[in-house]
């Protein structure tokens, strides 16, 4: 699906839900559970994006998704819809451990772990009591099982965390993942100048004394630029110092069943009325058809960040 700037739109971001059992730093307060898809909803809106739109990829997200019981259930009908290539998960990793082997049989290759600090004291207050080796043993199982592609997600914030990029660095050569340097997006007015580091000097000092060999671009355009370091491979993505707007490949659906045209900016359209709307499934198809396209013109040409105020992560799965 081509949007109204001639941007090829060929991924979701599904968000299961916005619960979680952590509380990050930087993340927004819990709140009440949401009403959330039922599987076959899931699959409905993935399997018309991806007939009738070329849709290609599906992440899911939350919250935390593997507090869904039903999760390998999501994950076997998403897996065998034809046209999807990749179906891939965002977790926190607490729940990793005990469900790796299901999802995997369930059909998951891709699994992105959130893992912002190597230090277990440093990890349980970013995360409001998460528990390092709880993570990194999921980490661990999913390699066990056979979930082919691993990555480890980082977000840099400065002052806290930006002097353990060694310690990432080891952990992506010896368990084998790719290791994603996150630049810090602030979710609210207040936290705009809150823990600010910059990618690119972030990089620079990585690059002192080692050779950094550029990696191709992944299938499906992600935006992270890409380096092999050794035996390490390493990304970063940086959102608010160099955007990449111009090559946005995605919508995101959240919690609620509503499309949300850009993470930081764009409106909404909602999906899950249309598919409980109670009308013949010829029309729920056609409609939406048509609010996933409304959804891509609606894509902004650059985000305005927090125009529409402060952002709730735990819902649209960022």
């Known amino acids: 699906m081509m949007d109204r ?18 509380h990050c730093s930087y993340c927004t ?13 899931v ?25 869904r019981r039903d999760l390998p259930d999501v994950v076997r009908r998403l897996v065998a819809l034809p046209g999807i290539r990749e179906v891939a998960l965002t977790t926190n990793g ?9 999802l995997k049989a ?15 004291e440093r990890f349980r207050e970013l995360t409001g009591g998460g528990d390092l080796a709880t993570v990194l043993a999921g980490l661990k199982a999913a390699r066990q099982v056979g979930i082919e592609r691993r990555k480890v997600n980082c977000v840099l914030l400065g002052g806290v965390n930006e002097q353990e990029i060694d310690a990432f660095l ?27 580091v910059e990618p690119r000097a972030v990089l620079e000092r990585l690059a002192r004394g080692r050779t950094l060999v550029p990696l191709a671009a992944t299938q499906d355009g992600g935006p992270a630029e890409r380096f092999a370091v ?16 111009d090559r946005c490949n995605r ?22 009325a249309a598919i409980r709307s109670g009308l013949p499934p010829a029309q729920i198809e056609a409609r939406l058809v048509e609010l996933f396209e409304q959804a891509a013109d609606a894509k902004p040409p650059i985000y305005d960040h927090l125009a529409g105020g402060a952002i709730k992560m735990r819902a649209i799965g960022g």
Request: charged residues 30%; proline residues 5%.
């Open 5 to 22: 700037f001639g941007r090829r739109v060929t991924y979701l971001r599904v968000s299961l839900t916005n619960r979680c059992q952590l």
């Open 29 to 41: 307060l819990p709140e009440e559970p949401s009403t959330v898809m039922r599987p076959d909803e």
């Open 43 to 67: 699959a409905t809106l993935i399997e018309v994006a991806a007939r009738r739109l070329g849709f290609r990829k599906v992440r899911l997200t939350g919250g935390e998704p593997t507090l």
């Open 94 to 102: 607490m729940l990793l451990e005990r469900r790796a082997e299901e």
């Open 106 to 120: 369930a059909g998951l290759r891709t699994v992105n772990v959130s893992i912002d600090s190597l230090d277990p």
């Open 170 to 196: 080891e952990l992506s050569a010896q368990e084998g993942v790719e290791v994603r340097f996150i630049e810090h997006m602030p979710m609210d007015e207040a936290r705009l100048s809150a823990w600010k």
């Open 230 to 245: 050794g035996e390490a491979r390493v990304g970063f993505i940086h959102a608010m110092s160099n955007p990449f707007c």
């Open 251 to 272: 919508l995101r659906i959240t919690a609620e069943g509503k499309i949300r045209s850009c993470l930081l900016s764009g409106g909404e359209v909602d999906l899950l």
